[in-house]
């Protein structure tokens, strides 16, 4: 696929390269100065996660281990099932740990809610959660997201990370797909 059909399947561009950065910075300052001098790990979800963790870790000054783990919600759907599955855990032992949860974006909240309620069973110190996306729909359930880049409206998006199908997740900004690729 060329770059210019890849154009003509985006509507919009709702946040770019640029945002996402400044906005990182912002959130990583923001984190350092929560965390200073707690032992703070870093649990990335897969695959949309990965650009959102690459580049907020680098953007923190003290050491902080990643882990990622690996659920499934939605399959090659743009609907979240509710039914979450986990396809690769975590290497690490959180009992203790301070835990950041590290998250492209929440929609109704469902694969977070899941993923809280799971972490807490291992016994983790602390569990917060960045997220670099919000839908409105997940003001509906009892989440509370500490770090939040971007409010955005209910339309599904792809880029930075999101994809569909396992498409688009290397495009540099977030883009609301157009219609006319999934219908
Ligand atoms: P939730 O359980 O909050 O509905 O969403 C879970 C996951 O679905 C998100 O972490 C993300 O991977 C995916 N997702 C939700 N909304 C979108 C969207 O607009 N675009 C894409 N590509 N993925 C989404
Ligand atoms: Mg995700
Ligand atoms: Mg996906």
Redesign the pocket.
């Known amino acids: 696929m060329r770059a210019a059909e890849i154009q003509d399947d985006l509507a919009q561009i709702l946040v770019t390269e640029e945002e996402i950065h400044a906005k990182l910075d912002e959130l990583a300052a923001q984190v350092a100065k929560d965390y200073e001098g707690k032992d703070l790990i870093l649990v990335g979800?897969l695959?949309?996660?990965v650009m959102v963790m690459a580049d907020f870790a680098r953007a923190l000054p003290f050491h902080a281990p990643m882990d990622w783990m690996a659920v499934s919600?939605?399959g090659a759907s743009?609907?979240?099932s509710?039914v979450?599955q986990i396809r690769k855990d975590l290497d690490t032992d959180l009992h203790g740990k301070h835990v950041l949860i590290v998250?492209?974006?929440?929609?109704?909240?469902?694969?977070?809610?899941?993923l809280l309620e799971n972490f807490e069973s291992r016994g983790a110190e602390s569990i917060e959660v960045l997220?670099l996306?919000r839908?409105p729909?997940?003001a509906k359930?009892k989440i509370d997201c500490k770090y939040v880049g971007f409010d955005?409206p209910v339309?599904?998006?792809?880029?930075y990370?999101?994809?569909?199908a396992e498409r688009?997740r290397n495009l540099r900004d977030v883009a609301v797909?157009a219609p006319h690729v999934y219908s």
């Open positions: 979800v695959k949309g996660a919600s939605y743009t609907k979240s509710g979450v998250e492209d974006i929440i929609d109704s909240g469902l694969t977070l809610s899941w997220a996306l839908k729909e997940a359930v955005i339309e599904f998006v792809v880029g990370g999101l994809d569909y688009y797909l």
